[in-house]
């Protein structure tokens, strides 16, 4: 019964979004009563399909084997917690969570959105119900999460067991309310190409969203990188696998809207680019989620491998991003373009900002689609994989890491170069020194990995240029310094710890990538072997059963140069009902370094024993945590607080430097 | 979840046997396994999604690799190998694709990216010149935003 009662609230949420839609984008002009009238709608699809999700969720949480989609997914004795996950661990209840997450934006910003202008309102939630339609319409149509059977199964097929990990429970819902946060930056730009009205408060509205998704977005990537690196095995964290790539460029061009939202607001500059910016966010999140699974990028990825489902998706990006960037087409010359700038100013810098980290969109775009392209059009096909990108992206972060530090130092309109260089010859020959010392301790194992310590440094430490030299540190004393820095605002703090985190992320890749140590070989139990200082003893081995599974299992002692030790459990696993092989590598963490070593097979009555070092890989992770604190911190930034433009006008009146 | 997606590529992959680099198959002269190392990293496991045969523990990429060993100790550069690949295989071997006919766009694609947009940047700027930055608010900035800041408690009607 209550699912079809999740049903019939997912049919009604559709309905009401559609009346939603329609009377939005037509009526906008009607003002204050239209808005409140949208609002409410907007909380009501929410709690709809909160409604439908829940219902499916109960489905899952009772083993209630008459729902289609359980039956297939789920099963009685699996763990309360890997239940409920496994309802997004398939196509049609990804779905419902995408759709979940999206009403709820739009909920949000019906609640938090009062102060906007009416017209303003009345516009973004037509385009959020529009969306929920489209997607909603797919769900109901092609992708029903609420199909009953009619001879319900005593028992589901369960879910694959690598998949039974916290990891999943977590990671999706992340990465949606990442992409999905963008579609009201997206929301947002429709409605401002529709008004023809955009303005520094627009941008001031727009950012909080956009912050908020990049947060999520941030983590659910970082998330992703770290479950990857100790479930698959090998110690890879990075692939630029398609998957990756469909979720690091919303991330990039979303950096880049960060960056140009706050030119818009503070100098009513780079209007067009960033309508065109939150537009393109929203479509490669879309592109992300959905032309992924679609089965045209590579099938292996896919849930459904059904054609119609791909072909429905296509039609509806093509009509929603391809009508985005008609009426982008139409619209963007009637709005007023402001945009004035100098080339050494701190919107200077952000232009740059914007500059690499657009082209780096668009060059892994290009690399990630090219081979599908080529295929289609020539018949030839080629590869297009790590190497490729780890060379292209790397010559375009390279000049963007140089600057980085720069943009905060200059003052808006005309700067300094000079002055902001005298500000950073600390952090430069802190870098420097830093570089020295690491590449003579640690040697040169590849050339280029001195450049890419010397930009981790020179980010990391002058990220703190400004806070030193807005605290007046070491020129006034300490006391009176501290009470500065306490009273400096958040924004400039967020600024501070967010581009350190960028920092750290790079001396972590910098790191790992030139001074990783890999050891293959063969060990017997009572045999010990060495690598990077460290002693590893093979103390037995044994073949333990586990619930759904036999482990052979491998125990070590580590000892570290310091004369600690650990305790080091590896696993090979073969699952009993799918005959499937996993390895569960054995990981100690050593500070901000790890130990990574893997049981690998039988050879010759002895076993192959795979060790890595991998020193300060832990840095890649906690950079991208920092990075997702400061944007916290900057969203508690009561200027930035959501949907709270009441002070802007003091803050646009600043007189420029 | 599409890096559930992706476990389950790679993780199926892991079904055969064999896992990657094993002992048996490295060379004895450190510097030619090293370079049998940097080239399989760039080879691509053609049964896999997106791995290198120095990653991955297909069958095929084990052939792959001891058959780049081989090369190696038959005294080939790294180019004659990667070449005997592709005569093999084709250019989808490569991970790296190879500038010729039909990847020269990919190529040019992220210089040319970056050189439309600073040219674009440094025509916006010439438009302009300098200086005339330095305007006041319009009316019309200034009456949105006197409003705003009236009505911080009421949502504001239409302007």
């Known amino acids: 019964m209550s699912i079809e009662l999740g049903h019939f609230a997912l049919i009604l949420a559709c309905a009401i979004a559609l009346m939603s839609a329609i009377g939005g984008l037509t009526l906008w002009r009607s003002g204050e009563r239209l808005a409140s009238v949208l609002a409410q709608s907007a909380i009501l699809q929410f709690v709809l399909v909160a409604v439908a999700f829940l219902a499916v969720v109960q489905a899952f949480a009772t083993s209630d084997f008459s729902l289609a ?53 009345n516009l973004v939630l037509g385009t959020q119900s529009l969306l929920v339609v489209a997607f909603g319409g797919f769900t109901l149509f092609t992708s029903n999460p609420f199909a009953r059977l009619a001879q319900p199964p005593i028992e589901g097929a369960d879910l694959n067991p690598i998949l039974q990990d916290i990891g999943l429970a977590i990671h999706p819902p992340l990465l949606y309310a990442g992409y999905v946060g963008f579609s009201i930056c997206f929301s947002f730009a429709i409605a401002a190409l529709i008004s023809g009205r ?58 880049a809207l960060l960056h140009s939202a706050l030119v818009m607001e503070k100098r009513n500059a780079l209007k067009i680019w960033t309508i065109f910016l939150s537009i393109i966010t929203f479509s490669l999140s879309l592109l992300g989620t959905f032309l992924v699974r679609s089965g045209i990028l590579t099938s292996v990825h896919t849930f459904a491998s059904d054609p119609t489902r791909g072909l429905v998706i296509l039609a509806i990006l093509a009509v929603l991003i391809g009508g985005a960037f008609l009426l982008f087409a139409l619209r963007a010359s009637a709005l007023r373009q402001g945009g004035l700038f100098a080339p050494i100013s701190r919107e200077g810098a952000l232009i740059l900002n914007n500059l690499f980290l657009a082209t780096a969109v668009g060059a892994i775009l290009v690399g990630t689609l090219y081979p599908l392209i080529l295929d289609a059009l020539v018949g030839t096909t080629i590869s297009v994989g790590a190497p490729f990108f780890d060379l292209t992206f790397g010559a375009l972060m390279a000049p963007l890491l140089l600057i980085v530090p720069f943009g905060p130092l200059l003052p808006w309109k005309r700067a ?46 002058g990220a703190f240029a400004e806070l030193i030299e807005r605290g007046r540190i070491g020129r006034i004393p300490a006391r009176e310094s501290l009470r500065r820095l306490a009273g400096l605002p958040r924004s400039i703090w967020s600024t501070a710890i967010g581009h350190m985190g960028l920092g750290l992320t790079v ?124 944007g916290v911190l900057s969203l508690t930034d009561r200027r930035l607080r959501v949907g709270a433009p009441q002070r802007a006008a003091r803050q646009t009146m600043e007189p420029a430097e | 979840m599409k890096r559930l997606i992706v476990c389950i590529g790679l993780l199926l992959a892991l079904m055969s046997p064999a896992l990657s680099v094993s002992p048996d198959e490295m060379l004895d002269d450190p510097v030619l396994e090293q370079r049998a190392r940097a080239i399989s990293a760039g080879l691509r496991c053609l049964v896999c999604q997106n791995q290198s045969i120095d990653d991955s523990d297909a069958d095929l990429a084990k052939d792959l690799r001891i058959l780049v060993r081989e090369r190696l100790v038959a005294g080939d550069t790294d180019a004659e190998v990667q070449q005997y690949l592709v005569d093999r295989y084709g250019e989808y071997v490569l991970l790296n694709p190879r500038l010729n006919e039909h990847t020269w766009i990919l190529w040019i694609a992220a210089p040319t990216l970056l050189a439309a947009g600073l040219g674009g940047i440094w025509v916006a700027s010439r438009k302009r010149p300098l200086g005339s930055g330095e305007e006041t608010l319009s009316e019309d900035e200034q009456r949105v935003l006197a409003e705003l800041s009236e009505t911080s408690d009421g949502r504001t009607d239409k302007a």
């Open chain 1, 198 to 255: 955009i303005d520094q408060a627009w941008a001031r509205w727009v950012r909080p969203w956009t912050m908020l998704s990049w947060i999520f977005l941030t983590l659910g990537i970082a998330m992703g990188s770290y479950w990857a690196y100790y479930e698959l095995g090998w110690g890879g964290w990075w692939f630029w696998d398609p998957v990756e790539n469909a979720s690091f460029m919303p991330w990039l061009a979303g950096t």
């Open chain 1, 507 to 630: 001396l972590g890749i910098v790191s790992v990538t030139a001074w990783e140590t890999e050891l293959v070989t063969t060990l017997n139990p009572g045999e010990t072997t060495e690598l990077a200082g460290y002693t590893v003893a093979f103390d037995d081995f044994a073949q333990i059963p586990g619930p759904n599974y036999m482990a052979d299992t491998g125990h070590f002692t580590l000892t570290a140069p310091d004369g600690g030790t650990s305790k080091l459990d590896a696993e090979r696993r073969t699952y009993v009902a799918s005959g499937m092989p996993t390895t569960e590598a054995a990981i100690a963490t050593f500070g901000l370094s790890q130990f990574y070593l893997q049981l690998g097979e039988p050879l010759d009555n002895t076993h192959v024993i795979r060790i890595w070092h991998k020193p300060y890989i832990l840095l890649i992770w906690l950079g991208a945590i920092v990075m997702a604190g400061a």
């Open chain 1, 416 to 461: 300094d170069m000079l002055a902001a260089g005298q500000r950073l010859v600390g952090a430069a020959g802190l870098a420097v020194f830093l570089t020295i010392l690491v590449s003579a301790l640690g040697g040169v194992s590849i050339s280029l990995a001195p450049l890419g310590l010397l930009l981790g440094f020179w980010v990391t430490f």
């Open chain 1, 69 to 121: 989609l359980a039956a297939n997914n789920s099963h009685s004795l699996k763990p309360m917690i890997f239940k409920i996950s496994g309802v997004w661990g398939n196509h049609e209840g990804s779905l419902l969570l995408w759709i979940l997450i999206l009403v709820l934006f739009g909920a949000l910003v019906a609640a938090f959105g009062r102060r906007l202008p009416a017209d303003l309102l």
